[in-house]
């Protein structure tokens, strides 16, 4: 099983990579304003997806200027300030929630979750770059027919890692760290 996983997750990270490396790019760009300005890189996620906001935040190598959310109002957010969200999926009426407040306050972000209903109002329609993990379904299939083996914290691992060498280039190209 480890094996299938292990090739599934291949597939999904080149997915990503080829399917979202502008918008990873992108989001490199938006988030860069904010570290050449002084201000704040704000990492909000819900359930599993806070681990990105670890890594971020305290891991290793932690990102340059990326602080984890935890106020309840937006007064405090300059206009050098972005944030990035993370959740498993864009149906989270939290993070859409979340969105919408940072929409109607005109702060500039970026959203990472997977698009399982493009029909709805959420975060991807507030966002200044959404970026699309792509899963839909476990990797895994069982003796049922049914899937398992949903890696979204896997993924958003990913795409924030590549978010975090691409600012750390644009960062470098301008002679910040």
Request: hydrophobic fraction near 35%; include cysteine; aromatic fraction near 10%.
């Amino acid at each position: 099983m480890l094996k299938m996983f292990s090739t599934q997750l291949s597939g999904l990270f080149k997915r990503l990579h080829e399917k979202e490396e502008e918008a990873i790019e992108d989001s490199s760009r938006l988030l860069a304003q904010a570290i050449v300005s002084d201000g704040k890189v704000y990492f909000y996620a819900t359930n599993e997806m806070a681990g990105v906001m670890k890594e971020a935040t305290k891991g290793l190598e932690p990102m340059s200027g990326a602080e984890e959310w935890t106020n309840s109002s937006l007064e405090s957010i300059t206009s050098n300030d972005r944030f990035i969200l993370f959740s498993r999926t864009n149906e989270e009426e939290e993070i859409n929630t979340f969105a919408k407040n940072l929409y109607d306050s005109q702060i500039p972000f970026v959203s990472v979750c997977s698009i399982t209903n493009s029909e709805i109002e959420s975060v991807i329609d507030f966002a200044d770059v959404a970026i699309d993990l792509k899963i839909t379904k476990g990797l895994l299939p069982d003796e049922e027919g049914n899937r398992y083996g949903y890696p979204s914290l896997i993924a958003g691992l990913f795409v924030y890692h590549g978010i975090k060498f691409t600012t750390d280039e644009i960062l470098k190209e301008y002679d910040i760290k």
